[in-house]
T-cell receptor
């Protein structure tokens, strides 16, 4: 079954450092997303991406965050200067443009970010 | 911003019995609802969904009910199995949008 893959599975970084989280969405999906889950809290939307541009972003997704699709397969989330409160599990997801799959987001296993 | 609420943080059910997980929402513009299941150290996995034009959708042991007038949906699992122990998230999508809004999750424990 097609899956969304994320790397790294766990990253530990010092406050103020830049972090890049990587995702390979399902190959025929055209919508891409980043969500995060702070420990014990709900899954929160960060950003959606379609046709090489951001289609929607939340108030969490400030100037410290950016997303990119550098090639035909990868989708990345960059945090320029990490803060303690950025520690969370970051989930990448993708969905199809049309058909029944358009309503369903498929999530990766997540990248745990720990900021010290 | 609590547009999707799951008021029960945890639920414990005996194996073989019915598990009922509840979800309430406030935005009448949601047109599609989904349930995701999440195991520790894994991403949410899609379980079952329902369009706002329906009031019930069934898939094997899983049934989702939607009561639009009450802005309430529920997930029924019957019979419950130990492998069903996980955190269950209710999610909703606004008409015309792509992103999902998630509830806080309910941790379901199935006791043998």
């Amino acid at each position: 079954e097609p899956e969304v893959t994320q790397t790294p599975s766990h990253q530990v970084t010092q406050m103020g450092q830049e972090v890049i989280l990587r995702c390979v969405p399902i190959s025929n999906h055209l919508y891409f997303y980043w969500y995060r889950q702070i420990l014990g809290q709900k899954v929160e939307f960060l950003v959606s991406f379609y046709n090489n541009e951001i289609s929607e972003k939340s108030e969490i997704f400030d100037d410290q965050f950016s997303v990119e699709r550098p090639d035909g397969s990868n989708f990345t989330l960059k945090i320029r200067s990490t803060k303690l409160e950025d520690s969370a599990m970051y989930f990448c997801a993708s969905s199809a443009l049309t058909g029944p799959g358009a309503n369903v987001l498929t999530f990766g296993a997540g990248s745990r970010l720990t900021v010290l | 911003d609590q547009q999707v609420k799951q008021n029960s943080p945890s639920l414990s059910v005996q194996e073989g019995r019915i598990s009922i997980l509840n979800c309430d929402y406030t935005n009448s513009m949601f047109d599609y609802f989904l349930w995701y299941k999440k195991y520790p150290a894994e991403g949410p996995t899609f379980l079952i969904s329902i369009s706002s034009i329906k009031d019930k959708n069934e898939d094997g042991r899983f049934t989702v009910f939607l009561n639009k007038s009450a802005k309430h949906l529920s997930l029924h699992i019957v019979p419950s199995q130990p492998g069903d122990s996980a955190v269950y998230f209710c999610a909703a999508r606004l008409a015309g949008a792509q992103k999902l809004v998630f509830g806080q999750g309910t941790r379901l424990t199935i006791n043998p």
